[in-house]
């Protein structure tokens, strides 16, 4: 049957990027349709039970900024919070939060639950309605067909998923769950490249089984951190400890003498794993001198005894899963709740989107998450909120948007995605980022609101917020750029006791910002004290403005050059071959990758700076009769 | 490799000489060979045979031999044709070649295609015009071991290390809790050090260098009216400079470029230095001392016949190696000549002059003395080792690259925010690039993966 109902966006998945997706396209206004094979587990945390960490922490606040579910379904979720590289500068500080999976389910789904404009429906997807070159729609198990104008696919691991545990392995989505095999045929007869990924998890234990007397207790950080920008530690429920052990040469010796039976080793598993987060056998084989390596043991809930043994992801047999578990300091007497596993399943090789996220062979068919080879729940988030939004953009008959490099981190890995690909499962690191001190935890807001205002992402309640925010940032910066101390007045000497410098001649308060030594929250009170009233938000944007002044301003000026070639636009039906100069290769590259804009053409792996160069000549002379 | 067209140049001198090479490269190359030479030409051997025009008529005769792609200079398909050295002979073969499909190539366009194919990187194909451009002997073996890729190859192993570094640093930044925290470790900041160590010695080897392709910048210095434009009108053979005896006529830098005995010179004329009212001759000091500071050698110029100023002894504090000239010795009694003497002696020593020479520009008396002492200066740093050809350009960016490791070890000395560092030691990197125009953005991240177990 065909659904009385037309949509103008539906979105196939009720996963990280699935939520995000369906809540981004409702908020602009759009008619949205959640498609999920099962309304109960809407916002799974499939892998470990946290959320945020380094280079994730900023992807949390870039959604939230951007009105998205992630950082207050975490802050309602939160039962362990800590600011990573706390002792470092602010640019690769982050936020991580163990939460409670449930909490975090109750969470989400009460979000979308909420959310105007967006309809819930539980059925598995198995084929798409495809016109010509164009999705409208998808048709489910029971055969009914939804028509919309366009469909976001977040399919996660589902897509052909294959679990391993040992030698034996079946059909799965994720543990418990069936895999989209239907669907997945049906991909994989579109013109996409395919390819296949694999992850692992490690077995579950329960914590009543744990000798915890020697392992070392690792407390959540205080003050607490907080993920949203609309937050506060008053959401969070009870927080709990996390503790630390660590493998034996024992457990060393228990996995190597069962490496054959690993699939990971056998050959079974033809899926590639990411080399940041490799599986136990993996790391044993890789680092073979390492004689210990670190476990996290992590909660998985208030209400369970259920614990996530963080670092010993494995497809290794059952029988070695119990032996090697029991011989790691704590869990001698361990009881495996549920065996680690590896999943392997289905991507398309994400080269072949836009920047919209939009598939380049099939119009109005977009991807988000897994299913463009990326890991990590905030990786999917982060896409699902940015397909979400340009899918109903689309039907609305606007321009598809999407962050630059150096507005956001969204920005960095869906470039890094349609430009470069992804051989691994791709995950956000800071240092993938070349714009890193401006990308901040702290500014993400500063980054994003006001373009999510503009975009209908954000609402009243979170714009006014912001707006108070930035003009007290604003207030706050100039007055300080007009404050500077003498020798000889009270203010300078309460500096001087107070930092242990000899300051010696007259100081600008920007110049005290840039000692190390110096805090802007203690400052303030010995030298204008009628600043000090300052949110403490607002003193901390700009004491971070203070102390990476210089290098900001590179950054910006590196920024503004690049841009100005960035952003010269390649026509899609660009004739490579009419350039004279570019090698063969070269031109195969860009003849496969379209660059939308030169700057795209740059970061093509193989396409030399020399060839980019070519490029922007022949775009100048071909551009110049019209103009002389 | 090129899809589009063909070049062909004549590889040789102009002027009548025994032999004149043809240099064909692209696509069309084995079929102007056949047209050309009436066989297919086996690759790398040298055919001797006729080159014909298309009704089948000698031109010239010669070797002729074929390269494949990508086993040749340009790394596409070229053809050489070696036939004789006459301009009419050589210009018959050449519009036959071109009539079979080729174009004239652009000056540098053969090695242009070696860069964009990846046979030499850019201070290679910078090297190749060097070594065609090189007026001495010194000058043509820096632009040789430059284009064995020496130069290359030590700017690469900086380039390595910055990046290895780079990862350590990234890797306590991205992974905090891996149990990898390199920013306390003493070796770590032990390597920055010796890499600025490494700097220092290529930085020196390529300075040599490019005093031999750009040329010795030479200043002319010291207060006013003592000669310095009659200098420079002396040693460019010109009058470049007006010449008065009013102090303060020269009100802007002056440059000419000579040579000496092989050996190109860039000489600048400043303005005299001292205390002045009026706002044009001060900017023109201001500039002055801007040219001083880009000096690989300055020429102090005295005046015999006035006292020292202490204006003269402001040059003192200069960073480059410098002469002294004591002018308009013509002016000065035979009797005060010995005292002069001593008083120079002194002055050297409060300079740290290298050397003192007396001279009268006017009665063109010591100028040959210092000619030979210039090209002595120029010659005394050929004789380092491992001198590479290098540009202004390189020095430049090898500069920018070491002060950013500089950088990055004082914020790794302050502590408190490596991420800072980690940015200088990334823009240290993208410095260098610029030297050998290989921007490849190599993983960092798989070596970080590669070298230490990460992950939970």
């Known amino acids: 049957m065909e659904f009385p109902t037309h949509f103008d966006v539906i979105v196939v998945g009720g996963g990280h990027a699935g939520t995000e997706a369906a809540l981004a396209s409702a908020r602009t206004g759009a008619s949205t349709l959640l498609l999920t094979h099962n309304i109960e587990t809407l916002g799974q945390m499939s892998c470990n039970p946290a959320i945020g960490g380094i280079g994730k922490g900023h992807l949390v606040k870039e959604i939230d900024a951007l009105g998205g579910a992630m950082g207050k379904a975490a802050d309602a979720a939160g039962i362990h919070f800590r600011t990573l590289n706390s002792r470092k500068g602010p640019a690769v500080r982050a936020t991580r939060a163990q939460a409670d999976r449930s909490l975090y389910r109750s969470a989400i789904r009460q979000i979308l639950e909420n959310q105007p404009n967006l309809t819930l429906f539980q059925q598995p997807v198995d084929d798409l309605i495809v016109e010509g070159d164009e999705v409208r729609g998808a048709i489910t198990q029971l055969g009914v067909k939804f028509r919309a104008h366009a469909v976001v696919l977040t399919v996660g691991t589902f897509l052909a998923g294959k679990i391993h545990v040992g030698d034996a392995n079946s059909a799965a989505g994720r543990a418990g769950d069936p895999p989209a095999a239907t669907l997945a045929a049906r991909m994989r007869e579109l013109p996409l490249e395919v390819g296949r990924l694999k992850t692992g998890t490690p077995p579950r234990i329960d914590a009543r089984t744990i000798d915890y007397t020697h392992l070392q207790p690792q407390p959540g950080d205080s003050p607490r951190p907080v993920f949203s920008y609309l937050g506060s530690v008053d959401q969070h429920p009870q927080q709990v400890h996390c503790h630390i052990t660590h493998t034996s040469e024992r457990t060393h010796d228990i996995i190597r003498a069962a490496l054959h039976r690993s699939p990971l080793f056998s050959g079974e598993i033809e899926g590639v794993g990411p080399r940041y987060c490799p599986s136990i056998e993996d790391k044993v084989v890789r680092f073979a001198d390492k004689t210990s390596h670190q476990i996290f043991i992590e909660p998985e809930g208030l209400t369970t005894h259920e614990i996530y043994p963080n670092g010993i992801s494995t497809s290794l047999p059952f029988d070695v899963q119990i032996n090697y578990v029991q011989s790691i300091k704590g869990f001698e007497n361990a009881h495996i709740t549920r065996p680690g596993y590896a999943i392997e399943y289905d991507y398309f090789d994400p080269r072949g989107l836009s920047a919209s996220l939009e598939t380049k062979p099939l119009k109005r068919l977009f991807f988000a998450g897994q299913i463009n080879g990326t890991t990590g729940y905030e990786e999917a988030a982060a896409q699902g909120l940015i397909a979400g939004l340009n899918a109903a953009r689309q039907v609305q008959g606007l321009e598809p948007w999407t962050p630059r490099r150096d507005e956001a981190y969204i920005g960095v890995l869906i470039d890094d995605l349609i430009t470069r690909g992804t051989r691994e499962p791709y995950r956000m690191f800071t240092s993938r980022a070349e714009y890193r001190l401006m990308l901040r935890e702290d500014n993400a807001d500063m980054r994003l609101t006001a373009k999510g205002r503009e975009l209908g992402l954000v609402d009243d309640h979170r714009w006014a917020a912001f707006q108070a925010k930035s003009l007290a940032v604003d207030e706050l910066g100039k007055a300080l750029k007009a404050l500077v101390i003498h020798p000889g007045q009270p203010e300078f000497k309460a500096v001087e006791e107070a930092t242990g410098l000899s300051l010696s001649r007259e100081r600008h308060a920007s110049d005290l910002l840039k000692m190390p030594e110096v805090r802007l929250n203690e400052l303030l009170p010995m030298i204008a004290p009628e600043l000090a009233g300052f949110d403490a938000s607002v003193i901390e944007q700009v004491e971070i403005q203070g102390k990476y002044a210089g290098y900001l301003d590179r950054q910006q000026a590196d920024v503004e050059r690049a841009r100005a070639q960035q952003s010269v636009r390649l026509p899609v039906d660009f004739d490579y071959n009419s350039v004279s100069g570019l090698s063969n290769e070269i031109t195969q590259k860009l003849l496969e990758h379209k660059p939308e804009t030169l700057g795209q053409a740059a970061r093509i792996s193989g396409v030399t700076p020399a060839a980019v160069s070519l490029l922007a000549i022949y775009l100048k002379k071909t551009a110049l009769p019209e103009s002389a | ?456």
């Open chain 2, 1 to 456: 490799m090129y899809t589009t067209d063909t070049i062909a140049a004549v590889a040789t001198g102009s002027g009548r000489a025994g032999v004149g090479i043809i240099r064909i490269s692209g696509p069309a190359v084995p079929d102007i060979a056949r047209q050309i030479t009436g066989k297919t030409l086996t690759a790398r051997h040298a055919h001797h045979l006729p080159f014909v025009d298309d009704a089948g008529q000698t031109l010239d005769e010669g070797l002729a031999i074929r390269f494949d792609a990508p086993n040749s200079y340009t790394g596409e398909a070229v053809l050489e044709l070696q036939g004789h050295g006459g301009p009419v002979v050589l210009d018959m073969v050449l519009q036959r070649v071109l009539a079979c499909g080729a174009r004239p190539a652009r000056p540098g366009e053969f090695t242009e295609r070696a860069f964009l194919n990846d046979r030499m990187d850019l201070a290679q194909a910078e090297a190749v015009a060097d070594l065609i451009d090189a007026s001495s002997q010194a000058a043509a073996q820096a632009a040789i071991r430059s284009l064995d890729g020496e130069f290359s190859q030590a700017v690469n192993a900086i380039s390595e290390e910055l990046m290895t570094l780079r990862a350590w640093l990234e890797a306590a930044l991205d992974f905090s809790e891996e149990e990898i925290d390199f920013l306390s470790d003493p070796v770590f900041k032990q390597r920055v050090r010796e890499l600025l160590e490494a700097f220092d010695s290529v930085f020196e080897r390529a300075t040599q260098g490019s005093r031999l392709t750009d040329g010795l910048t030479v200043v002319i210095a010291g207060v006013a009216n003592v000669g310095k434009s009659s200098l420079l009108n002396a040693l460019s053979g010109t009058d470049r400079a007006i010449v008065t005896d009013i102090a303060g006529t020269t009100r802007d830098v002056l440059h000419e470029h000579i040579t000496l005995d092989g050996i190109p010179l860039h000489l600048m004329d400043t303005a005299g230095i001292r205390l002045t009212d009026d706002v044009v001759e001060q900017h023109g000091i201001d500039r002055a001392e801007q040219a001083l500071a880009s000096a690989d050698h300055v020429l102090i110029l005295v005046d015999a016949s006035q006292p020292v100023l202490p204006e003269t002894h402001r040059l003192a504090k200069l960073n480059a190696p410098s002469t002294l000239l004591i002018n308009k010795m013509d002016a000065v009694e035979s009797s005060v000549k010995s005292a002069l003497q001593d008083t120079a002696e002194r002055f050297k020593e409060a300079t740290g002059a290298q050397e003192v020479l007396f001279l009268s520009i006017k009665a063109d008396e010591g100028l040959d003395a210092l000619r030979d002492h210039l090209i002595q200066t120029a010659g005394r740093d050929t004789a380092v080792e491992g001198v590479f050809s290098a540009r202004r350009r390189h020095l430049d960016a090898l500069q920018r690259s070491r002060e950013a490791a500089d950088a990055a070890l004082n914020r790794l000395n302050q502590g408190d925010m490596p991420e800072l560092a980690a940015e200088e030691l990334r823009l240290a990197r993208s410095a260098l690039d610029e030297v050998t125009g290989r921007f490849d953005t190599e993983d960092l991240l798989g070596k970080v993966f590669g070298q230490f177990c990460i992950g939970k």
